[in-house]
């Protein structure tokens, strides 16, 4: 009976603690609390200003970062998580990310994580879909789409030649592919192409 006296005492005692947090009492400076002493507030005064500490970031020296591992569910504000989460899942998946610059890399941060530079190279020389100018946007050459890169399939891949003139130099509609290779031409004015997914140098 004295223990559980004693508890209900303790827990009234704890109640009425907190219940005085939010009326007046001078821990929690309520405009209403008892004023300070003269001594407190010089004290106060004298004692430096409490400045928040900046959460660490992850900024390294070129080269020295390392990848993510296993735990690479947030990688939206770090391009080298981004790429190696990417590569993770296949060499084509990366290869798209960098065409389509989801992470806005360039030289300078590819350096960060140069395990990742020879790709770079590559998807610089890739492109998407769409009507590009021959040699503004593309540059004459082999390409072959990223797709077996990744494991995948061409699927309805529409693509064409095109001279100044507009007159159709070559082109084709495959259904069903596991990759499809192009010759861009010198006298090639546009390329044209849809539902083929990004192509890369072959």
Same mark, same amino acid.
């Given at each position: 009976?004295?223990?559980?006296?004693?508890?209900?005492?303790?827990?009234?005692?704890?109640?009425?603690?907190?219940?005085?947090?939010?009326?007046?009492?001078?821990?929690?400076?309520? &405009? *209403? +609390?008892?004023? #300070?002493?003269?001594?407190?507030? !010089?004290? =106060? $005064?004298? @004692? &430096? *200003? +409490?400045?928040? #500490?900046?959460?660490?970031?992850? !900024?390294? =020296? $070129?080269? @020295?970062?390392?990848?993510?591992?296993?735990?690479?569910?947030?990688? !939206?504000?770090?391009?080298?998580?981004?790429?190696?989460?990417?590569?993770?899942?296949?060499?084509? !998946?990366?290869?798209?990310?960098?065409?389509?610059?989801?992470?806005?890399?360039?030289?300078?941060?590819?350096?960060?994580?140069?395990?990742?530079?020879?790709?770079?190279?590559?998807?610089?020389?890739?492109?998407?879909?769409?009507?590009?100018?021959?040699?503004?946007?593309?540059?004459?050459?082999?390409?072959?789409?990223?797709?077996?890169?990744?494991?995948?399939?061409?699927?309805?891949?529409?693509?064409?030649?095109?001279?100044?003139?507009?007159?159709?130099?070559?082109?084709?509609?495959?259904?069903?592919?596991?990759?499809?290779?192009?010759?861009?031409?010198?006298?090639?004015?546009?390329?044209?192409?849809?539902?083929?997914?990004?192509?890369?140098?072959?």
């Amino acid at each position: 009976m004295r223990r559980r006296a004693a508890s209900l005492i303790t827990a009234t005692l704890f109640a009425a603690a907190l219940a005085g947090c939010s009326h007046g009492n001078p821990i929690w400076g309520d &405009p *209403e +609390a008892a004023p #300070t002493s003269a001594a407190a507030t !010089a004290e =106060a $005064a004298a @004692a &430096p *200003e +409490a400045t928040a #500490t900046p959460r660490s970031t992850k !900024a390294q =020296a $070129a080269g @020295a970062w390392k990848p993510c591992g296993k735990d690479c569910a947030d990688v !939206a504000d770090d391009t080298c998580d981004g790429l190696y989460a990417a590569r993770a899942n296949s060499r084509g !998946a990366l290869l798209d990310m960098m065409i389509q610059d989801d992470f806005q890399i360039d030289q300078n941060r590819i350096k960060d994580c140069p395990r990742f530079a020879a790709d770079w190279k590559v998807a610089l020389a890739g492109f998407g879909e769409g009507t590009l100018q021959v040699g503004a946007d593309v540059q004459p050459g082999k390409y072959v789409t990223t797709a077996n890169l990744s494991g995948k399939k061409v699927l309805e891949c529409f693509w064409e030649r095109r001279d100044a003139a507009g007159e159709l130099l070559g082109g084709d509609t495959i259904a069903s592919a596991a990759k499809v290779t192009v010759t861009i031409k010198a006298g090639d004015a546009t390329f044209t192409s849809q539902g083929c997914g990004n192509w890369i140098p072959a």
